[in-house]
């Protein structure tokens, strides 16, 4: 299992400073002068959002209208957090109609503060005025802002008229707690599993933040697990490091495993025998033939997630190829074109066979020797996690993916396919991690005990310039290349840090996880590579690559796209719950905060949707014809009044492509990236370098969104319908 604790079992106490400091020159960047953030437009009509909140003025002041925005920081992960997973955001004020503040009495100037929900704690902002104010970044999840006429700017707390107020849309969820109790029958029933169908073991719930209270109902699809009739079942080991030069053959079979994780022992996926797959490395530019079979009980693909190669060698049933049947094979022809760390897996049902073992990374390495800076060490982690009820596998919906809603969201943690992570290392010594998000639902927040990291690459290319970041976000199926100094000997924790949602309580829970330990020896690091590591590089030949494309970064959109869900004969209790839940929406929902409803919910009842704003065709019914060669800009809307707002990894086969900017703010430190994290209620500027001729996927990465239909095709050829 996940081994959670308090922070402070492994993080130094004075780690979090530093940490924070180095999310400082990103919150510097800032969005431009004059900028607005559309969602917080003053004349819109009422909505929670996580973007802004309405500053009200007090009953005897006419004509003040104001609004809070919380504008978020630029971050190379799409969303901005702190180490515990509290999101970061920047405050801006924007008043008109605030009269002189000497006619309110004897007062100068008017002055905004911040607050926890107790008034506890007490932060001066600064003055405020009409037009737009920067305020800054308040250290709490909820927080009110007061606005006070004040004698003098030098006061130190609060003592003047009020004139206006706001409260965190976060805030929100307290008011709808006595809403969801009564509901819920209080808060679980007293035998979650009473009267439920045995063969559908339910999913555990954290009894923190989501209560058993819907045992009764198996979802409407038959359980499943594999069949190992007439099939071999091998003891599954660790992966083994492949090193290909181009033209040679691999062999790669998936087979049915056994597995021991957390002491208990599965029969599972896995290729070649192995936990994960095999890492393959294989020099840029090389070319390879990997022979596959089939040794399963299901039919499979094998999809090379992020390789621009031919698309016949794409891995997308009925696409590029039809499913290679049971004890069927397939030839894969693969090329390498770009340096970095891709993964492997199939694109069939991947909400069942990605997430029973069928993953495997792929490392490219550049001819370049500099191409990354001197590191002591480099460690290939994939993160992933798995759900069990005991000694029992949480089966998958035969007809259909379980879990549409928010999909399949595991309750123990592994690192390289073991829920304990080991290390060590000498003091000083700087580790290179290469790391991939294999999970079907979950974003990580990954930090190691407050050693400091830097982000150095993303999915297809190093970033224009290093950075020095708090922790890795990561999304399914994205992956980030970072490097982290262990300056103090010891032992220190590598976590997963997020807020979880208590719904029932409506509140904010932190969760940590502790995913291993890296054991840092007294001994010194030799060589040192400190004053390499304190330097943030910029890499001139990304800048170089990437400014061929500056030019279309302003640009009007060639194809946009809504994201949605739609809905049907979902339970009740699940409606009712959802009708109430929305009140307040995060930009990133970190864990499964109602396990049993999202496992009621499967894709004959939950449809996801990418939408065509200009046609309006949704999912494959879209017909997105560009030129080979072309630069598409393709603008993407995170629909925040949908059912169940949630965010989404969009993942593009076969291209790459930069995020140009999220929610009007342009992006100023970019890497080439096949799949983006799309926020709740945020709208993400592609720019898809269009040059690599077939048929490709664009879709969802969260396993039960794809098989609820989140997914549409690219056509790249010799002609364009626009």
Not at 18 to 29: D, K, M, T
Not at 415 to 436: C, I, K, M, Q
Request: charged share 20%; glycine share 8%.
């Amino acid at each position: 299992m996940a081994f959670r604790g308090r922070l402070s079992r492994l993080v130094r106490p004075a780690a979090y400073a530093a940490i924070l400091l180095a999310g400082s020159e990103l919150a510097a960047q800032g969005p431009p002068p004059g900028w607005r953030d559309p969602r917080c437009a003053m004349d819109a009509a009422p909505f929670a959002t996580p973007f802004c909140a309405e500053l009200v003025a007090t009953p005897d002041i006419d004509g003040v209208r104001g609004m809070l925005e919380l504008r978020s920081i630029p971050s190379p992960f799409g969303v901005a957090v702190r180490p515990d997973g509290q999101l970061r955001h920047f405050l801006v004020s924007r008043f008109t109609g605030l009269p002189a503040p000497q006619s309110l009495g004897r007062y100068t100037v008017f002055v905004a503060w911040g607050y926890d929900l107790t008034h506890a704690r007490e932060v001066k902002l600064g003055v405020v005025s009409n037009g737009t104010t920067a305020l800054g970044e308040l250290p709490f999840e909820y927080f009110r802002i007061l606005i006070s006429a004040e004698s003098s700017v030098a006061v130190r707390t609060r003592t003047g008229r009020l004139v206006a107020r706001a409260t965190s849309p976060g805030a929100l969820m307290l008011a709808h707690r006595d809403a969801l109790t009564p509901m819920m029958g209080g808060g679980g029933s007293a035998n979650p599993h009473a009267g439920h169908d045995v063969g559908w073991p339910m999913p555990p719930n954290d009894p923190r933040i989501a209560p058993s209270a819907m045992g009764h109902a198996p979802p409407t699809t038959a359980p499943w697990l594999p069949d190992t009739t007439g099939r071999p079942v091998v003891d599954a080991r660790p992966r083994e490091v492949r090193d290909v030069k181009s033209g040679d053959t691999l062999t790669l079979v998936a087979s049915l495993v056994r597995r021991t994780i957390a002491g208990r022992t599965f029969i599972m996926y896995g290729y070649n025998g192995q936990y994960p797959g095999p890492l393959i490395r294989v020099g840029q530019g090389a070319e390879v033939t990997v022979k596959f079979r089939n040794a399963i009980d299901l039919p499979t693909t094998v999809h090379w997630h992020g390789l621009r190669l031919e698309n016949a060698n794409d891995g997308v049933p009925h696409v590029t190829q039809e499913p290679v049947a049971p004890g069927d094979s397939f030839t894969y022809r693969l090329r390498f074109p770009d340096a970095g760390i891709y993964w492997y897996h199939p694109h069939v049902r991947e909400d069942i066979e990605q997430a029973m073992g069928l993953v495997g990374n792929m490392r490219v390495d550049s001819p370049e020797k500099d191409y990354y800076s001197p590191v002591n060490r480099e460690q290939t982690l994939m993160l992933d996690d798995v759900l069990i009820n005991a000694d029992t596998l949480i089966p998958f919906g035969r007809e259909a993916p379980t879990f549409a809603l928010m999909g399949r969201v595991g309750n123990v943690l592994m690192v390289n396919g073991e829920p304990r992570y080991a290390l060590r290392v000498r003091t000083g010594d700087v580790v290179r991690f290469f790391v991939t998000n294999v999970s079907s639902s979950r974003t990580w927040n990954l930090s190691f005990g407050g050693a400091p990291i830097k982000v150095v690459a993303s999915d297809l290319s190093r970033f224009e310039r290093e950075a020095r970041v708090p922790s890795v976000v990561i999304a399914p199926a994205e992956r980030y290349v970072v490097e982290v100094r262990f300056d103090r000997p010891g032992r220190v924790a590598m976590i997963n840090a997020i807020q979880a949602i208590n719904h029932f309580e409506g509140e904010f829970e932190p969760q940590v996880d502790t995913l291993g330990v890296v054991t840092v020896d007294p001994a010194p690091a030799s060589p040192t590579y400190a004053k390499q590591f304190a330097t943030l590089r910029a890499n001139t030949a990304v800048a170089r690559d990437i400014d061929r494309y500056r030019q279309y970064f302003d640009r009007p959109p060639d194809q946009s796209l809504t994201l949605t869900v739609a809905t049907n004969a979902l339970p009740l209790a699940t409606v009712q719950f959802m009708n109430v839940d929305t009140a307040y929406f995060a930009p990133v929902e970190w864990v499964d905060g109602m396990p049993d409803m999202n496992w009621l919910s499967t894709a004959r009842q939950v449809r996801w949707i990418l939408r065509d704003d200009a046609t309006g065709k949704e999912n494959m019914d879209i017909d997105w014809r560009v030129k080979t060669g072309a630069v598409v800009k393709l603008r993407i809307f995170n629909d925040p009044k949908s059912f169940h707002p949630m965010q989404h990894p969009i993942h593009l086969h076969g291209q790459r492509m930069l995020v140009v900017s999220r929610d009007g703010v342009p992006t100023k430190n970019m890497a080439w990236k096949d799949t983006a994290l799309i926020p709740v209620g945020s709208t993400v500027d592609l720019l898809i370098d269009a040059s690599n001729p077939g048929v490709w996927m664009l879709h969802c990465h969260i396993a039960e969104h794809l098989g609820s239909g989140m997914m549409a095709t690219m056509h790249v050829g010799p002609a364009s319908s626009r």
